[in-house]
């Protein structure tokens, strides 16, 4: 299952102007490590990635390294599972931010996301990278700001391919529920993934911080749509 599109129309603004912008800092970080980094690979990781036992020991870049690691990342593939993730859930949750309030809860929830992975792995030595625990906010906060929302959803039932739109709760709740097992796995049994599933947790657990967020007229029109 993978989201394609949110399929309904912008209230406040036309172009997503901040959800662009991020997708194409990532790029160009990506392009860096990439082309530019040369044998210095896993130096530029553990400079800029987030890892815990160093942000515990107050050791290199420390709790900057939870900004800077959300535009790192592992592949290609990486890269643009997160951005298109951020296009589909972020254009409607930037619109009803604004682009500079949406920025400061993005980094918010990435550094939610970074915060309780460090705390319940904070002997991990391997570096997290990655915007999808501050990705797993936005779709956390599209999830409140929009719960009967549809995405247009690429599903192959066989070899069958379909596109259907799909109400978001399902598929938030597919991509957080997922997410649990091997979390408890990690927590109480030390198992190691090479996915980052305490962020993802952390990223959606900032986002009920949205509504501090959003624009005042978009406010008072959620909490006219939640009383009614």
């Given at each position: 299952m993978i989201p394609l599109n949110d399929t309904e129309p912008n209230r406040y603004s036309s172009i997503p102007f901040m959800t662009v912008l991020l997708i194409a800092a990532c790029c160009f970080v990506f392009v860096i490590e990439t082309f530019g980094v040369g044998e210095d690979y896993w130096d530029y990781f553990m400079k800029y990635a987030l890892t815990?036992?160093?942000?515990v020991a107050a050791q290199g870049a420390g709790?900057?390294?939870?900004?800077?690691?959300?535009?790192l990342h592992g592949g290609l593939s990486h890269l643009l599972g997160n951005m298109l993730a951020l296009w589909v859930f972020g254009r409607r949750v930037e619109d009803a931010c604004g682009p500079w309030r949406f920025l400061a809860f993005y980094l918010l929830a990435?550094?939610?996301a970074?915060?309780?992975f460090t705390l319940v792995q904070r002997?991990?030595?391997?570096?997290?990278i990655g915007?999808?625990?501050?990705?797993?906010g936005v779709m956390g906060a599209y999830l409140l700001l929009y719960p009967g929302g549809r995405i247009r959803t690429f599903v192959l039932l066989g070899f069958v391919p379909i596109w259907p739109r799909i109400r978001a709760v399902w598929i938030v709740l597919?991509?957080?529920g997922i997410q649990v097992i091997p979390a408890l796995n990690i927590l109480f049994h030390q198992q190691n993934y090479s996915v980052n599933h305490w962020a993802h947790l952390g990223g959606f657990f900032s986002s009920v911080?949205?509504?501090?967020?959003?624009?005042?007229?978009?406010?008072?029109?959620?909490?006219?749509?939640?009383?009614?």
């Open positions: 815990p036992k160093l942000v709790m900057l390294s939870s900004i800077t690691s959300l535009f990435g550094t939610g970074n915060i309780l002997n991990e030595l391997l570096p997290g915007a999808s625990g501050a990705i797993f597919y991509f957080v911080l949205i509504l501090l967020f959003i624009r005042p007229a978009a406010f008072a029109r959620y909490m006219s749509d939640t009383l009614v």
